[in-house]
C-alpha cells in the first residue's frame, strides 16, 4: 500500500557523481541490493547519521572516515543492517571498505559504508564481497534510479526529487534519492538518503546547509515512532558547475535544496509500511516552534488517531486528547480550534456550533487528510508528515524476519 503518484521522477545527473547497483543476494536472491556511488576528486561531504545509541556498526565507521579523509565512495548494501552484531560488525563493515578501496586504488577511509535491513543478524560478506566488482562496473552518472531501487527494503517503490535552477553564474543541478518506510522517525535524517549538486560550496556551507534542510524535511516526518539504529543522509557537492555558494547565494540555495529533501521525506510518508492516507498535522499559532512540534508529534504518533485514519473516522475527541497531554504550559483549551481538511471540528473546548458528523465524514475520505490545530497563543507554525496505522503495518512487521 502507498499513497499519492507512483511515478518515478526524471533525475538530472550530477557531474562528478556516480552510481553502480548490482544484486549481492544478501537476503533475496536476485534483487538489487548493492550500491556504489562515487565521489569526484576534490568534492566536499557532509552527513547526518543516528542519534541510536544502539548505532550500527557502518554508521560508527562512516563517521570515523569522514574524520580522517576525504570520501571518494559510498558503499551501501540492504537486507542486512549490521546492527546489533557487535565487534564483528565493525570488523565487516571495514572489510567491505577495504574491499571497495583495493578495487578503486584509493584508501579504505576513503569510502562510507552504509547498511539497511535486518538488526541483529551477521553480515554475509562472501555475497557482498563478491559483487562489489559488478557495481563498479555499472558506475553511471545515469545510475540514479537504479540507485533508488538498489537501496530499498520494505519500501514499495523507489524515491527520487531532482531539479535544476539558474543562477547568474549558471545552472545548479540538485539530485537525491531516499529509502524508508518503516521504523521511521528520523530524530536527524532519514533511513538512507543521498543527494548531490554540482554546486561549489565549501565544507562549512555545506554542514550548514543540510541541517537546515533536515530539518524542515527528514525531522518533520514519523510513521511509528521508532528511531532507526542506521539512519543517514549525505550531501555531496562536486562542484563541477563551477557555481559558487557563498553567502550572499547560501539561502537561495537552501530553499532549492530543501524543495527536495522535502519531497524526498514526503515520499517516505506516502510509502509507509501499510499507509492508505498521507496525514499533514499542522500546528500554527504555538507560542514557539517547540510546543507547535510537541503538539504536532503528539498527534502523528498517537495509535488511536492512526487508527482513525485508517477507518476514515473523524474521531476528533481523540485529537483534542492528543493535544492535551502534548505538555503546553498553561493551555487554555477554550481557544484551540481544529480543523480536518479545512472543516472546522472544534472551538471553545468542545464541538463546533456548525460542525456536522456528515461534514467530518466528507472530509475523511480523501487519501490526503490535513490536521490543523490552531493554539491562538503566538505566531509559530510548524508541519509534520505521517501516515495512518493499518492491519497492512502491523502484518509486514510482525512478517518482517520471515
Known amino acids: 500500500m502507498a499513497t499519492g503518484n507512483s511515478e518515478f521522477p526524471i533525475m538530472h545527473p550530477v557531474t562528478g557523481f556516480r552510481l553502480g547497483t548490482t544484486s549481492a543476494g544478501i537476503k533475496t536472491p536476485g534483487r538489487a541490493d548493492l550500491v556504489v556511488m562515487e565521489i569526484a576528486e576534490g568534492s566536499t561531504v557532509a552527513g547526518l547519521f543516528t542519534q541510536n545509541a544502539f548505532c550500527a556498526a557502518p554508521v560508527s565507521l562512516c563517521k570515523q572516515h569522514m574524520g580522517e579523509a576525504e570520501p571518494r565512495y559510498l558503499l551501501t548494501n540492504t537486507g542486512n543492517a549490521n546492527a546489533g552484531t557487535g565487534e564483528q560488525g565493525l ?11 583495493a578495487a578503486a586504488g584509493l584508501a579504505a577511509n576513503q569510502v562510507l559504508p552504509f547498511s539497511t535491513g535486518v538488526i541483529g543478524e551477521p553480515m554475509p560478506m562472501d555475497k557482498l564481497l563478491a559483487a562489489i566488482p559488478s557495481a563498479l562496473n555499472k558506475l553511471s552518472e545515469q545510475g540514479w534510479a537504479e540507485a533508488a531501487q538498489g537501496i530499498l527494503t520494505t519500501d514499495t517503490r523507489p524515491k527520487g526529487a531532482s531539479l535544476i535552477y539558474q543562477t547568474n553564474q549558471g545552472a545548479v543541478t540538485i539530485t537525491g534519492i531516499s529509502k524508508g518506510s518503516g521504523m521511521i522517525k528520523p530524530n536527524m535524517a532519514t533511513m538512507l538518503g543521498y543527494v548531490a549538486t554540482d554546486a561549489v560550496v565549501d565544507t562549512e556551507l555545506l554542514h550548514r546547509a543540510l541541517r537546515l534542510a533536515t530539518d524542515k524535511s527528514f525531522n518533520r516526518i514519523t510513521v511509528d515512532s521508532d528511531t532507526s539504529t542506521n539512519d543517514s543522509i549525505m550531501l555531496v ?3 563541477a558547475s563551477d557555481v559558487v555558494i557563498d553567502e550572499q547565494s547560501f539561502e537561495y540555495f537552501v530553499e532549492q535544496l530543501s524543495q527536495v529533501f522535502i519531497e524526498l521525506a514526503q515520499a517516505i510518508i506516502r510509502d509507509g509500511e501499510g499507509a492508505s492516507k498521507f496525514v499533514s498535522v499542522v500546528v500554527e499559532s504555538a507560542a514557539d516552534t517547540q510546543e507547535a512540534l510537541a503538539v504536532a508529534y503528539c ?8 487508527t482513525a485514519l485508517a477507518a ?21 483549551v477554550s481557544q484551540v480550534q481544529l480543523r480536518l481538511n479545512a472543516v472546522l471540528i472544534a472551538e471553545q473546548g ?27 497563543r503566538g505566531e509559530a507554525r510548524e508541519t509534520v508528515w505521517t501516515t495512518d496505522l493499518t492491519y497492512e503495518y502491523v502484518r509486514i512487521n510482525a512478517e518482517y524476519r520471515t
Open 91 to 101: 570488523i565487516d563493515a571495514k572489510q567491505s571498505c577495504e574491499s571497495l578501496a
Open 237 to 239: 557537492a562536486t562542484g
Open 299 to 306: 498527534i502523528a504518533e498517537s495509535p488511536l488517531v492512526k
Open 312 to 332: 476514515s473516522d473523524p474521531n476528533w475527541g481523540r485529537i483534542l486528547a492528543a493535544i492535551g497531554r502534548a505538555g503546553v504550559k498553561a493551555l487554555d
Open 350 to 376: 468542545g464541538r463546533a456550533a456548525g460542525y456536522t458528523e456528515q461534514a467530518g465524514q466528507q472530509a475523511m475520505q480523501p487519501e490526503d487528510i490535513e490536521i490543523l490545530v490552531s493554539l491562538n
